[in-house]
């Protein structure tokens, strides 16, 4: 006779679902980077490097995801960003953002694949493509590409610096958020927002250096228009494999862009998410979790 089965307990299964988390600091060039350390050490490593402004959080749960599948997933602050160390001379060049790159990736038992967001994704193309020996096992380009569009240049300095005296509530942070974002629905649980700004002096702050911003007039801080020549460069000497993941409605990285990537990089491979703007995992987080996991399996031992 077959026994019914006990009911499952709860608490077990959510312990063996749970994934081991670590806030940890990792050496930058010069500097202490913050990270979120998800899964075990002996798991491939996948750095996650996000856009200008943000902070480690902006992937979602693409920190557990990897983990779950047996990836030792890495989601840091970028110099002068979040709970990362500010830069002591004010540096925010792309040079200083590829050299914590580089020392990241360094650190690690292995060469990580690395997933870079705008500012994160030219870090870390600058880092693979000028640099001789071998990084990263792959790289993973989110909305960036060496031709980056002048509006959407344009729209995201205008919201980074429409604030600079902060915020009298975090509401109205979230309205300034879902006019920047209007195809994202605007959040009624504010308390995600705490992870990227900063209660000072009664009001709230986006949590990054200003001297980040700098009066720069570059995409993410950068300055000047985005060195396209550099990037082009650059880019031409990827070997490694490579991912663009694109937002549909995204207005930094338009259907030329992608075209002269797949030039520079013919081994280069192209997702494009729809219903995404710019912040990709942000707009499509499931979607793009999948996509750029999909590519990971399938590219890296």
Same mark, same amino acid.
């Given at each position: 006779?077959?026994?019914?089965?006990?009911?499952?307990?709860?608490?077990?299964?959510?312990?063996?679902?749970?994934?081991?988390?670590?806030?940890?600091?990792?050496?930058?060039?010069?500097?202490?980077?913050?990270?979120?350390?998800?899964?075990?050490?002996?798991?491939?490593?996948?750095?996650?490097?996000?856009?200008?402004?943000?902070?480690?959080? #902006?992937?979602?749960? +693409? @920190?557990? /995801?990897? &983990?779950?599948? !047996?990836?030792?997933?890495?989601?840091?602050? *970028?110099? =002068?960003?979040?709970?990362?160390?500010?830069?002591?001379?004010?540096?925010?060049? #792309?040079?200083?953002? +590829? @050299?914590? /790159?580089? &020392?990241?990736? !360094?650190?690690?038992?292995?060469?990580?694949? *690395?997933? =870079?967001?705008?500012?994160?994704?030219?870090?870390?193309?600058?880092?693979?493509?000028?640099?001789?020996?071998?990084?990263?096992?792959?790289?993973?380009?989110?909305?960036?590409?060496?031709?980056?569009?002048?509006? =959407?240049?344009?729209?995201?300095?205008?919201?980074?610096?429409?604030?600079?005296?902060?915020?009298?509530?975090?509401?109205?942070?979230?309205?300034?958020?879902?006019?920047?974002?209007?195809?994202?629905?605007?959040?009624?649980?504010?308390?995600?927002?705490?992870?990227?700004?900063?209660?000072?002096?009664?009001?709230?702050?986006?949590?990054?250096?200003?001297?980040?911003?700098?009066?720069?007039?570059?995409?993410?801080?950068?300055?000047?228009?985005?060195?396209?020549?550099?990037?082009?460069?650059?880019?031409?000497?990827?070997?490694?494999?490579?991912?663009?993941?694109?937002?549909?409605?995204?207005?930094?990285?338009?259907?030329?862009?992608?075209?002269?990537?797949?030039?520079?990089?013919?081994?280069?491979?192209?997702?494009?998410?729809?219903?995404?703007?710019?912040?990709?995992?942000?707009?499509?987080?499931?979607?793009?979790?999948?996509?750029?996991?999909?590519?990971?399996?399938?590219?890296?031992?």
């Amino acid at each position: 006779m077959v026994e019914p089965a006990e009911p499952p307990d709860a608490a077990a299964a959510e312990a063996a679902d749970a994934v081991a988390v670590a806030d940890v600091r990792i050496r930058g060039e010069g500097l202490e980077l913050a990270a979120t350390a998800y899964g075990l050490p002996e798991g491939s490593p996948v750095v996650f490097l996000h856009g200008g402004g943000q902070t480690r959080h #902006a992937w979602g749960t +693409a @920190g557990e /995801v990897f &983990a779950r599948r !047996g990836y030792h997933t890495w989601c840091v602050d *970028l110099r =002068g960003h979040g709970d990362s160390d500010w830069a002591p001379d004010g540096d925010y060049t #792309a040079d200083a953002f +590829a @050299g914590d /790159v580089r &020392a990241v990736a !360094g650190a690690l038992a292995r060469p990580p694949v *690395l997933v =870079g967001a705008s500012l994160g994704g030219i870090a870390s193309l600058i880092a693979v493509g000028e640099t001789d020996r071998s990084i990263a096992s792959a790289l993973v380009l989110v909305d960036v590409a060496p031709t980056i569009e002048a509006r =959407g240049v344009e729209r995201i300095r205008a919201f980074m610096t429409a604030n600079p005296d902060g915020f009298e509530r975090l509401d109205d942070a979230a309205d300034a958020i879902a006019a920047f974002v209007p195809n994202r629905p605007r959040p009624q649980d504010l308390s995600g927002l705490r992870k990227n700004l900063r209660l000072r002096d009664g009001r709230w702050y986006w949590h990054w250096d200003p001297r980040f911003l700098g009066g720069e007039s570059g995409i993410d801080g950068q300055r000047g228009p985005v060195n396209h020549r550099r990037l082009a460069e650059a880019a031409a000497r990827v070997e490694i494999p490579t991912l663009l993941v694109r937002g549909r409605m995204s207005d930094i990285v338009s259907e030329a862009s992608v075209e002269e990537l797949r030039t520079l990089v013919p081994h280069a491979e192209v997702v494009d998410v729809a219903g995404a703007g710019h912040m990709v995992a942000g707009d499509r987080n499931d979607v793009f979790n999948e996509a750029v996991l999909e590519f990971v399996e399938r590219v890296t031992p």
